[in-house]
């Protein structure tokens, strides 16, 4: 730690983390929005950059990227919101009710499939939804018809809410063990219901591991191409598939980088504005938050410091 303090200075003990940063985002970072300005000279070269111009970027910005853009965003939007309503009580279970000896094997449990392949896992999916598969048998075998939604958006749907709810649930689980039971118990003692304690105290102290639990969903699923490929065909085309197909098959490395740096840059436009959308949420909120005066008379505005020192006085 010495001689890597004395090469590269104070910074040097912070090597590791901004080196890996550096090789494996900003460089590549930059490669792609460098390769978005070039063009495809013929059939065998994938990208030139000897005439940088921003045609690609008019060609990644179509009719076809806008509308995969848009099935893309609402498949995220909609498995973000499924992945946590179904990780709240699992969450708030796991970290409320379950005794403290079993938690490890519960958590050791969701992080299972993790420890597959994530083409693995979906491929199983496949074999699930398929027509044919024993899921199709079983409801044909109760008088229902044979499942018909391998190859859909739906199928997709379902293939991205099993593969990222891991990410939901273990930072909702963090953020729910850390806010105490001593808080909870103190709002049961003071006469608040479960579901009043759960609304007013557990879910505002958990609000950052939903943050952080959308936010770690949402950014990868969108980029996702492996799900759309295997599940959705053509049906389920996601921009990631869109991306990727201009890198592995049309050989097109400046559109495909165009498309690239189009959906980073989306993607960044939508957790903005959701991001606005909350604070202003808050402020509402806060604003008509009301407060009981000792007469019983609300107030619609929050007590200032020296209107609350003269109360207590």
């Known amino acids: 730690m010495k001689l890597r303090q004395r090469i590269f200075g104070i910074g040097g003990l912070s090597f590791p983390s901004w080196a890996y940063l550096t090789f494996f985002f900003i460089i590549p970072i930059a490669l792609v929005l460098w390769y978005s300005f070039g063009y495809k000279p013929d059939e065998f070269t994938p990208v030139a950059t000897d005439a940088l111009s921003l045609d690609r970027y008019r060609e990644a910005v179509g009719p076809t990227f806008i509308s995969i853009f848009a099935s893309t965003l609402r ?15 699992f969450a708030y279970w796991l970290a409320v009710k379950v005794p403290a000896r079993r938690r490890g094997l519960l958590l050791a449990l969701v992080l299972v499939p993790f ?24 409801m044909q075998s109760v008088g229902m018809g044979p ?9 997709v749907q379902i293939g991205v809410v099993y593969n990222y709810l ?14 105490g039971q001593s808080l909870r118990e103190a709002s ?10 759960l609304i007013q105290v557990t879910l505002p102290l958990a609000a ?22 295997v599940l959705g065909g053509a049906q389920g085309t996601m921009v990631g598939t869109l991306v990727a197909s201009q890198f592995n098959d049309a050989a097109n490395w400046a559109l495909g980088s165009a498309m690239a740096v189009v959906l980073m840059l989306m993607i960044l436009a939508v957790v903005a504005v959701a991001g606005l959308l909350i604070f202003i949420v808050k402020r509402l909120l806060k604003q008509r938050r009301q407060v009981i005066l000792p ?5 619609t505005a929050p007590l200032a410091a020296d209107q609350k020192t003269e109360e207590l006085v």
Do not use: H
């Not at 498949?75 to 946590?84: A, D, E, K």
């Not at 007469?295 to 107030?299: K, N």
């Open 208 to 229: 950052p591991g939903i943050a952080s639990g959308c936010l770690l969903i949402f950014v990868p699923l969108m980029g996702d191409y492996i799900t759309a490929s």
């Open 166 to 179: 891991p990410l939901m649930i273990l930072p909702l689980f963090v953020a729910i063990d850390k806010a």
């Open 147 to 155: 499942l018909d939604i391998l190859y859909t958006r739906a199928a």
């Open 188 to 197: 049961r003692d003071l006469g608040a219901s479960r579901w009043k304690t």
């Open 75 to 89: 498949i995220s939007i909609v498995g973000t919101l499924i992945c946590l309503v179904i990780s709240v009580p």
């Open 295 to 299: 007469r019983g008379e609300p107030q």
């Open 115 to 138: 420890w597959t392949n994530f083409l693995v896992r979906t491929l199983g999916w496949q074999v699930i939804l398929s027509p044919s598969g024993f899921l199709s048998e079983a």
